[in-house]
């Protein structure tokens, strides 16, 4: 096959008139990635796919998978991995650095203030139903204080890019995000896969997560602690994300621990080792709030550690993320975003919502029962893509069992319009066609804020679909952010 037969290969990609991650607009609004497009260009289909083959039984090997529940078993799958990757240029990243370290200082913000004086509440900036009444809302929370009035420490973001080639946020997740393990794996994956492809691009690294998260742990620690001991608390083996919790204990260099191996005494928290007892200063918890102690939550739950809320609320052990930031995270919540941040920063929000109803308002709930053919409603207290409706692409009896469903429960439920996702050249059985992504940055906070430099960009592999949630079929990409 001749050069420019390969360069032809990537030519007949089609964006469909979407707005194209490795094209802008046009190839000329996209110069940032020219040497990516060259590259990719150079090499014959039958080769992409055998270096795709490599990756996937890689990811077999290494064991980087997660497990999707069905309602007969768990099965454990790889995450899909694509191997063009996304690439997002310095400007671009300078402003959503910006624009995430700014949400992440506001989140903090209300989560301090409705856990202590609730002014926002008392100002009418939200309303406090909303908020008191919220399921992720822990009165045991209240009057606690938490080092450097910090509740979210690992945050993820989830934007997307609309036809107009800005970034919108879609939602918040501060309480225990996922995700990250794959962003470092495929890094290294494409390291050893594509080291042509990435040489002397300018690419920022994404390897010192681990470093970066212990840091920003440590420094959670109570005061007269010197050299703080972490770990990270996992459900167990049968967590969706399991293999996220062993990376991130690895990367961070710190035991991996379950509720049975910690003990609590006179308000401290131990871990039980051969040696003995051994105080815990930090816990870097994967477990929700429910099961985190049975002595204050659900009494029945054999994951968490009897005790650790006193000790907690005595300042003798950190909680990262801290407990009740789940009514940061709430659907609903987010549609204040705009307003949270002007009260607290006095700024305008840097990157925007999408535009949202808020069905639990007269005017929002009567927009979204005339408009559901054009909208997606979305049940606020959901992850993971369950429970949505696309209106535009919803059958007759979809959207009325959705219009029985807000009429029933309004408060459940938001509205936002269909936002066209933008796309990326993927390697499907066709050839290279475009499939929709969206981008969630993780921010660590300690003292301050950093954010990795990239991201994790999941993709709907389905043609036509904008679900991109690995527990529905979605994969992921490598995101190169440029220096």
């Known amino acids: 096959m001749t050069e420019t037969e390969h360069v032809r290969l990537l030519d007949s990609y089609d964006p469909n008139d979407f707005y194209c991650e490795m094209l802008g607009k046009d190839a000329s609004l996209a110069a940032h990635t020219k040497p990516v497009r060259y590259r990719l260009g ?29 309602q007969k078993e768990a099965i454990d799958r790889i995450l899909p991995f694509d191997v063009i990757p996304r690439v997002i240029s310095a400007e671009d990243w300078a402003f959503l650095e910006r624009g995430v370290a700014q949400r992440v200082t506001a989140l903090n913000c209300f989560l301090w203030d409705i856990y202590h004086d609730q002014k926002i509440l008392r100002d009418g900036i939200i309303p406090k139903d909303l908020v008191l009444g919220n399921p992720g809302y822990r009165p045991e929370m ?92 996992s459900p167990g083996t049968y967590n969706s994300a399991y293999f996220e919790h062993i990376f991130l204990a690895r990367e961070m260099g710190v035991p991996l621990v379950e509720g049975r191996d910690l003990a609590v005494e006179n308000d401290r928290v131990y871990m039980k080792t051969v040696n003995g007892l051994r ?19 659900n009494p029945d739950s054999m994951l968490g550690a009897p ?52 069905c639990r308002e007269t005017e929002g709930l009567n927009y979204t029962l005339s408009n559901l053919d054009k909208l997606v409603v979305k049940p606020v207290g959901e992850a993971g893509g369950y429970g949505i409706t696309i ?93």
């Open 42 to 70: 150079q090499l014959p289909v039958d080769e992409l796919r055998n270096r795709a083959r490599d990756a996937e039984l890689e990811l077999y090997n290494f064991g980087i998978t997660f497990t999707v529940y069905t």
């Open 142 to 233: 209240e009057g606690l204080d938490v080092a450097y009035k910090n509740y979210v420490h690992i945050n993820g973001t989830d934007l997307v890019r609309g036809d107009d080639g800005g970034f919108y946020v879609l939602e918040d997740n501060a309480r225990s995000p996922s995700g990250v393990s794959y962003v470092v794996e495929n890094r290294h994956l494409m390291q050893r896969i594509f080291p042509d492809l990435m040489s002397n691009i300018g690419i920022r690294s994404v390897s010192n997560y681990g470093q970066k998260l212990h840091e920003a742990l440590t420094e959670m620690a109570p005061d007269s602690v010197l050299d703080p001991q972490v770990v990270l608390l």
């Open 279 to 297: 105080e815990v200063h930090v816990v870097y918890r994967r477990i929700n709030d429910d099961f985190l102690d049975p002595e204050v939550f």
């Open 307 to 358: 005790g650790l809320m006193s000790a907690y609320r005595k300042g003798n052990v950190a909680l990262a993320n801290a407990v009740g930031t789940g009514v940061a995270d709430d659907k609903a919540v987010y549609a204040y975003m705009p307003r949270i941040i002007k009260y607290y920063l006095d700024e305008d929000q840097i990157i925007d919502n999408v535009e949202t109803h808020i």
């Open 391 to 483: 209106g535009p692409r919803a059958s007759a009896e979809a959207l009325e069992e959705c219009r029985r469903q807000l009429v029933e429960d309004p408060s459940n439920y938001i509205s936002q319009p269909m936002i066209n996702l933008s796309v990326c050249p993927t390697l499907v059985d066709a050839g290279i066609e475009p499939r929709h992504v969206d981008l969630r940055p993780f921010a660590v906070t300690g003292k301050s804020t950093w954010i990795l430099p990239g991201g994790l960009s999941r993709v709907a592999l389905t043609k036509g679909s904008i679900v991109v949630n690995s527990s529905q079929g979605g994969g992921s990409k490598d995101t190169w952010v440029l220096e």
